[in-house]
């Protein structure tokens, strides 16, 4: 990042070139992408390690808040 003014005609164009780098990274779409990506690691993360593919314990709706009796039949453990 340059901070003074300066007569180098390629020092000028290597900081104009790097500010072009650098405004094509500040997009909300590439910020959402991220976000999604580690979202996707996330849930296949959990989907294939801890619930062995099962989504009814994907769901993880535990007992103090639910009843069983209450529940859908396919989502109960």
């Known amino acids: 990042m340059q901070l003074a003014s300066t007569t180098d005609a390629t ?3 290597r900081a ?3 500010a072009i780098r ?3 990274l500040d997009r909300p779409e590439l910020a959402g ?3 999604f990506g580690g979202w ?3 849930v296949v993360a959990r989907l294939a390690g801890w619930a062995d ?3 009814s314990l994907f769901i993880a709706s535990g007992t103090r808040y639910s009843h ?3 529940m859908f039949p ?3 453990t």
Do not use: E
């Open 11 to 13: 020092a000028s164009a």
């Open 16 to 18: 104009s070139a790097s």
């Open 22 to 24: 650098l405004a094509r």
């Open 33 to 35: 992408l991220i976000a």
């Open 40 to 42: 996707l690691v996330f």
């Open 53 to 55: 593919g099962k989504l």
């Open 68 to 70: 069983p009796a209450l």
């Open 74 to 76: 396919g989502s109960r």
